[in-house]
């Protein structure tokens, strides 16, 4: 691993680095055995639930059926006429049922209808079998380029892209790129258990990303109020954005059938379940026409791009936006038209995966570029130093870039890092040389990309989070936000970023629970914000609690903090987010400043591909990427590492196949991903552009890797075989397509074909 800083900046000290580097938090639970997943608490006289769902796309709900030779008094039955509250799971719109009614419509497979719960598994799988759904069919539409039903839509106009297009020796190049569905497949399967309270209220313990979330959707549909739901993480094993909107769905279904019992109800999903039930990354379908001058400037970039949220919104408006946001790629073009829409369509829905749009729509720019650089005889290193966004560069939304704009120095330590001119050349000799008996081929492929830190536009602001610190009055120092560790480190660098502040070592500093009767709402684990925005949240915290202290005391904090608590009591200090100065976002015209900074990051790939099969092997991968300040450089480049490997599934391997909007391969059998033995040589470098408003310089870096890994692989195919891939993934199948002249597969990920 190597740290730079930026050229031109001094290489100032990351917080905590006088120190050596704390362990982290949670890894000797974790390796020891004593940490506590879902499926590991134990609630005396608890009870196993189980959802029965459609098995058909869209249809009428007529009947729910069960058969009368059972003893359905040994089972708790629920269906949407048992709901007190209201019959949505709270999100951003407010279309999606908790459980479809009879007479309503169901809109997907594997939708929710009925819940069960039973005292031991065997007698819940026996009551499983004797329920039926009697159903209408409804046609279905499965295709988004054919769906009238626009969950939002978005249009980003700057400068005349139709001059720019026709003006004299502009070089115009189109073409249209497909990405499918992608499994976050974390660790740990989707689990959830609810105990009902004395009091009549419900506490809930789960695998999830967003407790407040969860808690909103609990109140919703439960009718509680704030202090009758309780929402507690358990140790989560990974969620890449696939525990952020969907547990708020298995938390309501456990918590109706506790109230039903009067027991608690565990609601644990086997992988099967979870493949089949929940949500995905989004396929979309972007177009491009791009206008190059020989010299290699861009001039003109025509784009548009559909999303397929799938049947209800969940979070695709969001997604929406930074998909059109990042559409163009990090490049500083001054004609650009942007025109997007996110569209419904009968497959089960798709909500939030790392990266949340840009991955997308950002492979779809960097082939595009190399296309580009190709139709002009350029190398596609040159193309991308010539176009790339410099400080003062300005967005398509209109924002003025900053000093912290690193694209350029990120492109130049991967091409130095990777010697990609000189492997470029040396595989362009080879496929020259090449003859009909070659049995592999090598490339090398270069993608450069970008990715706004925190949430879109003014999402921040009306958030308006919360992080608090506490000095107990026992004399602990005690950190208090909803942010979750899913293995990203949160439990690690918080205390890091406090300890650093107040001048004690990060083993004083604790963390409390995630549960949402203690801790403030600090907003979700997502959008690369946890960094950047509670981490700065509780910077600004720790410096007032320390100012309290010392002035009370006329000591140094780390001298004296423990008789200030004995002496003076308990002090807490709620630090809430204001905005950054000099930053504003106007939502109904979607201009302004998207995002408080933008993380850099470009990766360089190199491939093998057998021309008998078409099979790729990612040999290396050399990952650059900005995260504004590295807090712990050894957890930040685990971070670059494993988006890295995520990019390259997506980019070779990760497929989801459907027949009449059914997930044909929901087993790990089938649904296959990069395993140890796939995994490439990943040579991480981080470069610290600090964000001058973070008190302690962050940015993100959970999503950033994400971006580029997968249009680097594509393009090393490129090379390596002379043929232009647009469609995600590169399978042998679309190789041999690509090199055979005829048309790929089917769209990805997209339901066209339908069973005979």
Not at 673 to 679: E, G, M, Q, V
Request: glycine share 10%; net charge negative; charged share 20%.
């Amino acid at each position: 691993m190597t740290i730079q800083a930026p050229a031109g900046r001094p290489a100032a000290p990351t917080p905590g680095h006088a120190t050596p580097l704390p362990l982290r938090r949670e890894g000797p639970a974790k390796l020891t055995g004593q940490a506590l997943y879902t499926d590991d608490l134990v609630f005396p006289g608890a009870w196993y639930g189980a959802t029965i769902r459609s098995t058909v796309p869209h249809a009428r709900l007529l009947a729910i059926e069960l058969d009368p030779a059972f003893d359905w008094g040994r089972v708790a039955v629920v269906t949407a006429d048992d709901i007190a509250g209201r019959n949505v799971v709270a999100s951003i719109a407010e279309d999606q049922p908790i459980l479809v009614p009879v007479g309503g419509e169901i809109r997907h497979q594997a939708e929710p209808v009925v819940l069960l719960a039973a005292a031991d598994r065997d007698t819940l799988r026996e009551a499983r079998r004797l329920v039926s759904l009697r159903t209408e069919p409804l046609p279905p539409v499965f295709d988004p380029l054919a769906s009238t039903v626009v969950f939002a839509h978005h249009a980003l106009v700057k400068g005349d892209v139709e001059a720019a297009l026709a003006a004299d020796g502009v070089v115009v190049v189109e073409a249209t790129y497909r990405v499918g569905h992608q499994e976050q497949l974390y660790i740990e399967n989707n689990a959830m258990i609810a105990i009902p309270r004395g009091d009549g209220g419900m506490t809930v313990h789960g695998s999830l990303q967003c407790p407040f979330y969860v808690h909103r959707a609990l109140r919703t549909g439960l009718g509680l109020d704030d202090a009758h739901a309780q929402v507690v993480q358990a140790e989560t094993g990974g969620g890449f954005g696939g525990k952020e909107e969907y547990p708020s769905m298995i938390a309501l279904h456990a918590a109706l059938l506790a109230r039903r019992t009067g027991r608690p109800v565990r609601m644990i999903y086997d992988r099967h379940e979870d493949l089949a039930a929940t949500t995905k990354r989004h396929p979309a379908v972007i177009r491009h026409r791009t206008g190059v001058r020989r010299d290699g400037t861009i001039v003109a970039q025509d784009i548009e791009l559909v999303l397929d949220g799938g049947a209800y919104t969940t979070l695709t408006p969001v997604v929406l936006s930074r998909a059109t946001i990042h559409a163009g790629g990090p490049y500083d073009v001054p004609n650009v038209r942007i025109r997007s829409r996110a569209v419904a369509t009968n497959t089960p829905p798709n909500g939030a995966f790392r990266g949340f749009g840009a991955p997308q729509a950002e492979f779809a720019a960097e082939m595009q570029v190399g296309r580009c650089a190709e139709a002009i005889g350029m190398s596609p290193l040159e193309i991308r130093r010539r176009n790339a966004y410099r400080a003062a560069g300005v967005t398509p939304t209109g924002q003025v870039l900053h000093d912290d704009a690193a694209a350029l120095e990120v492109l130049e330590r991967a091409a130095e890092a990777s010697e990609f001119d000189w492997v470029r050349a040396r595989t362009a000799a080879e496929r020259a040389g090449r003859g009909p008996r070659a049995r592999t081929a090598r490339g090398i492929g270069l993608a450069l990309g970008w990715h706004g830190a925190g949430f879109t536009g003014s999402g921040e602001a009306k958030m308006g989070s919360v992080a608090s610190i506490e000095l107990t009055g026992d004399g602990r120092i005690r950190i208090l936000t909803a942010s979750t560790e899913m293995g990203q480190g949160t439990k690690t660098i918080f205390p890091q970023l406090v300890a650093a502040e107040l001048g004690v070592d990060p083993d004083d500093v604790e963390m409390a629970p995630q549960d949402t009767s203690l801790v403030p709402d600090s907003g979700p684990t997502v959008a690369s914000r946890t960094a950047m925005v509670v981490g700065g949240l509780l910077v600004h915290a720790a410096r007032r609690l320390k100012a309290d202290v010392e002035g009370r005391t006329g000591r140094p904090f780390e001298l004296s903090w423990r008789d200030d608590a004995r002496d003076h009591g308990p002090t807490r200090i709620d630090e809430r987010f204001s905005p950054y100065p000099g930053r504003s976002f106007d939502d109904a015209t979607y201009s302004g400043d998207a995002y408080p900074a933008f993380g850099w990051a470009a990766a360089v790939a190199e491939v093998e591909v057998d021309l008998d099969t078409a099979e790729v092997t990612v040999l290396s991968v050399v990952a650059v990427d900005d995260v504004g300040r590295a807090i712990h450089p050894v957890l930040c480049e685990g971070q670059v590492e494993g988006g890295t490997l995520q990019a390259v599934g997506y980019a070779t391997i990760e497929e989801i196949k459907l027949v009449d909007g059914r997930y044909l391969n929901d087993r790990l059998q089938t649904y296959l991903i990069p395993t140890s033995l796939d995994a490439p040589r990943i040579e991480t470098i981080l470069v610290e552009a600090p964000f001058e408003d973070a008190p302690h310089g962050a940015k993100g870096v959970g999503e950033l890797p994400m971006d580029v890994g997968a249009p680097a692989v594509v393009a090393a195919i490129h090379d390596a075989t002379g043929a232009w891939i647009d469609d995600l993934p590169a399978s042998p199948e679309r190789i041999i397509a690509a090199l055979a002249g005829i048309a790929p597969p089917g769209p990805p990920g997209m339901s066209t074909v339908s069973a005979p």
